[in-house]
């Protein structure tokens, strides 16, 4: 059964850093080249795309909300992906969600195209 498990959430102050993690089982992420995505969900508000990274080559895009902020990686040998999230605002509080599907081809932003989803992990920015 392929599935997603996200990990790495918690509290954390404004100006302050968290590392998320995105750990798949199931399938291999690099050899099957899977596009992976990150989103996040605020209370209240509908589910938003803010990073991708791309199955063959690595490639990332990033949400101009936090483009510049954080930093999207791929650990193939540990068949998951991180998300280094640096200062962070309460803004970026919501609960965060990997997904992936199968394409070889530049990642795309849009929920749509994602096939699997792990269950969220929170993340909460406040002094």
């Known amino acids: 059964q392929s599935q997603l498990v996200e990990s790495g959430g918690g509290l954390v102050q404004p100006g302050g850093s968290l590392r998320l993690s995105c750990a798949a089982s199931?399938?291999?992420?690099?050899?099957?080249?899977?596009?992976i995505a990150w989103f996040r969900q605020a209370p209240g508000k509908a589910r938003e795309s803010i990073s991708c990274?791309?199955?063959?080559?690595?490639?990332?895009n990033y949400a101009d909300s936090v483009r510049g902020r954080f930093i999207m990686s791929r650990d193939n040998s540990k068949n998951t992906v991180i998300l280094q999230m640096n200062s962070l605002k309460p803004e970026d509080t919501a609960v965060y969600y990997c997904?992936?599907?199968?394409?070889?081809?530049?990642?795309?932003?849009?929920?749509?195209?994602?096939?699997?989803w792990g269950q969220g992990t929170q993340v909460i920015v406040s002094s």
């Open positions: 997904a992936a599907y199968r394409s070889g081809a530049p990642c795309v932003m849009s929920q749509a195209w994602y096939d699997y």
């Open positions: 199931g399938f291999t992420l690099g050899l099957d080249s899977y596009a």
């Open positions: 990274i791309s199955g063959r080559d690595g490639r990332t």
